[in-house]
């Protein structure tokens, strides 16, 4: 039998990154830059100011108090958007508002909070609570009742980044903040790795579409959805397919058809069911001529029987086991990270940190397990530094390590454990513990290494 480690480093030789390309701004969202983006000019583009109130010269109302205020005559408006560039000269000021170009001459914004008009001046001097939004248009005087260094409340030109700068990098994923800083420097679409779109196929003569009626023996299509699901979740599209009857022929007409692009673009394809050594098994039947296809038992429970390979266009296939949880754990450990690497992104792997165990179970032996497992809602207890059944199963970095009081405790998602046929109660799971292959019992209290999902 093939190792978990050797089938993961397989499945992840058949993907990489797809095609860049440029798209608008929002339908970037979730995939991942190409190229960096560079900022052609300063940000902000020239000084403005950073409240509603007058650009003045500081040294003007450099004796200004609350009981003792300085008079500027107002000699325009600049509102945000405005072109103007009225002059500042000393013992004027310009009415401004948040994010107007700071006008020539001014050196210092003082709030309107920090003002009176004439006409109320003598009640701010009592209350010493300036009457807020009363306003001095042009024309007018203003009474400033405190004093400003120069530059308080302005934003200076290239605080946030100088013209070349990068502001966002090949690599990173493009969430919403970085839809905001590619609009701010004017970018209107971004390069981007295309996103994949996988089909996926599920099989078995018993299975029926969700709702419709069952006879005996018959049973509803979940892997479709559980796999489809899982190709949303990982970031690809998803084109459901199936299910597919027992039928070879059919089957490998479809499978062509979907490598030959007449479905649309298809990146990969994942099956479902018909991999194992039943006398029905049409997934192995349908792809035996297949010289790019290979099956192998891989030493995981569950999600032993696997396949993998190209199909001859080049399309990567993985044929996963058909019992659900099988399907579901087989998804994650060998297809999610084929995926994540298609989509660009260079940490493949989930999350993953150590926990506790809060119960004991057997697990198969000479086969690494990959158990369900829930977070308990009680503190940890402390424990030691490294997983004590067993050592990471590949390279992946683990993520921080908690201090160990904190460490999570986990405890089965069902109690029958990883029993592939036990669907229903998978969502009870919070992530997968990975037990590796010489590890024939856990205990508790011992330390496990768990991927999040
Ligand atoms: N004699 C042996 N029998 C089995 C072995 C073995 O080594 N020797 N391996 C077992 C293991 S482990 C697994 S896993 C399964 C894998 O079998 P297949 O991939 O061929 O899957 P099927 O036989 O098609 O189905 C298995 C099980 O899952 C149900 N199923 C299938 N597709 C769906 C679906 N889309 N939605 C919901 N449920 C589905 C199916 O009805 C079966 O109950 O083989 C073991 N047997
Ligand atoms: O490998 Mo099977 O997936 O144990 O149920």
């Known amino acids: 039998m093939r190792g978990l480690d050797e089938h993961r480093a397989a499945t992840l030789a058949l993907a990489a990154p797809l095609p860049a390309i440029e798209v608008p701004l929002l339908d970037a969202l979730g995939l991942v830059l190409a190229v960096d983006v560079t900022t052609p000019s300063a940000l902000p583009r020239w000084d403005n100011s950073a409240m509603d109130g007058y ?15 300085v008079a500027l005559r107002v000699v325009a408006d600049v509102a945000a958007g405005s072109p103007d560039e009225p002059v500042v000269a000393p013992g004027t000021a310009v009415r401004i508002m948040t994010g107007a170009p700071v006008p020539p001459g001014a050196d210092a914004v003082v709030p309107v909070e920090q003002t009176t008009v004439p006409d109320d001046g003598m009640r701010a001097a009592t209350t010493h609570e300036p009457a807020a939004h009363r306003w001095a248009g042009p024309g007018t005087h203003v009474e400033v009742r405190a004093a400003v260094t120069p530059g308080a409340h302005v934003r200076r030109a290239g605080e946030d980044a100088v013209a070349g700068d990068t502001v966002l990098r090949a690599g990173d994923v493009v969430g919403p903040a970085h839809v905001a800083a590619a609009a701010s420097v004017g970018r209107a679409s971004l390069v981007v790795h295309r996103r994949p779109r996988i089909a996926v196929v599920s099989t078995g003569d018993e299975l029926v579409p969700p709702g419709a009626e069952l006879r005996r023996g018959q049973i509803p299509d979940s892997n479709s959805w559980l796999l489809a699901a899982a190709v949303r979740d990982a970031g690809a599209d998803a084109l459901r397919l199936g299910p597919v009857p027992d039928d070879a022929d059919a089957l490998h007409r479809l499978l062509v058809a979907l490598d030959a692009g007449e479905h649309g673009t298809v990146d990969g394809i994942v099956t479902s069911g018909g991999v194992s050594v039943g006398a029905f098994d049409v997934v192995k039947a349908a792809l035996a001529d297949e010289p790019g296809v290979e099956f192998v038992p891989v030493a995981v429970q569950p999600g032993k029987p696997q396949g993998l390979g190209r199909l001859p266009g080049g399309t990567p296939i993985w044929t996963l086991p058909g019992n659900p949880v099988s399907s579901y754990a087989s998804f994650e450990v060998f297809v999610r990270p084929a995926i994540r690497r298609m989509l660009g992104l260079a940490e493949v792997e989930r999350p993953r940190t150590l926990a506790v165990a809060d119960e004991g179970w057997r697990t198969p032996p000479g086969r690494a397990q990959l158990m369900p497992v829930r977070r308990m809602p009680t503190a940890g207890t402390p424990t030691a530094g490294t997983p004590t059944a067993g050592t990471p199963t590949d390279g992946a970095p683990a993520g921080p390590a908690p201090a160990a009081g ?45 991927f999040w999902t």
């Not at 003007?60 to 003792?68: H, K, N, W």
């Open 55 to 69: 650009a003045v010269r500081a040294a003007d109302v450099a004796t200004a108090g609350a009981d003792g205020p």
């Open 406 to 450: 904190d460490r999570p405790r986990v405890s089965r998602a069902t109690a029958r454990g990883s029993g592939s046929h036990l669907v229903a109660r998978l969502a009870l799971a919070h992530g997968l513990a990975i037990v590796p292959a010489h590890v024939d019992e856990v205990h508790a209290g011992d330390t496990l290494e768990v």
